[in-house]
Nanobody, 124 residues
């Protein structure tokens, strides 16, 4: 069965960095587009970043562009989200998701598989 497990969240001060990881199993990882979404308190789930099968291309939301980098290691069935210069508004539960075809990849509804999420809290 497809399973996605996020890790790497935690409490960090503004300006700090975190690297989130998502380990996938039960699928041919290299054939899937991987995405990161987040949901802050009282907010809708929003797109953060995505990377297509084959190592690219990558996509980012305007709110994280130039501060975050998404990457994948197909040999380890793992996708990463490196987040730098974190801001309090980055506080959210971050979710890993995957989909077979890289169509409308900024929309959460198109992703059939999701992890349980990992909490990122950025203090001021």
């Amino acid at each position: 069965q497809v399973q996605l497990v996020e890790s790497g969240g935690g409490l960090v001060q503004a300006g700090g960095s975190l690297r989130l990881s998502c380990a996938a199993s039960g699928l041919t990882f290299s054939s899937y587009t991987m995405g990161w979404f987040r949901q802050g308190p009282g907010k809708e789930r929003e797109f953060v970043a995505a990377i297509t099968q084959g190592g690219g291309p990558t996509y980012y939301s305007d709110s994280v562009r130039d501060r975050c980098t998404i990457s994948r290691d197909n040999a380890k069935n793992t996708v990463y989200l490196q987040m730098n210069s974190l801001k309090p508004e980055d506080t959210a539960v971050y979710y890993c998701a995957c989909r077979r075809y890289p169509i409308d990849i900024r929309t959460a509804a198109g992703y059939p598989y999701w992890g349980q999420g990992t909490q990122v809290t950025v203090s001021s």
